[in-house]
């Protein structure tokens, strides 16, 4: 199973900017599919963006214009640059792999990081 692990998370004022990182372990990274996703206290976990093995990308409407998803081969990383931060999207975020064809089940979520947009 592949090992991911995240990190960027913090606290920001609204209007400012983060930058999620998302280090994968193993070999075979530039197969996956890889996306963001978050859980605000009390609410189920959202897709945010994805990004497929050809550099794809998908992302949630509320996000559209404000985040954006892209990954580096070479360093086994997917990032997630949050701009123009609002007070909601304050939640833990957390790093996906999923190879394609191969069922849900056996993804790979990371520990999650917090972001916390608040004055």
């Known amino acids: 199973q592949v090992q991911l692990v995240e990190s960027g998370g913090g606290l920001v004022q609204p209007g400012g900017s983060l930058r999620l990182s998302c280090a994968a372990s193993g070999s075979a990274f530039s197969i996956y599919t890889m996306a963001w996703y978050r859980q605000a206290p009390g609410k189920q976990r959202e897709s945010v963006a994805t990004i497929t093995s050809r550099g794809i990308s998908r992302y949630a409407d509320s996000v559209l214009g404000r985040f954006t998803i892209s990954r580096d081969n070479a360093k086994n990383t997917v990032y997630l640059q949050m701009n123009s931060l609002k007070p909601e999207d304050t939640a833990v975020y957390y790093c996906?792999?999923?190879?394609?064809?191969?069922?849900?089940?056996?993804?790979?979520w990371g520990q999650g990081t917090q972001v916390t947009v608040s004055s």
């Open positions: 996906n792999s999923n190879t394609p064809g191969v069922s849900r089940a056996f993804d790979s």
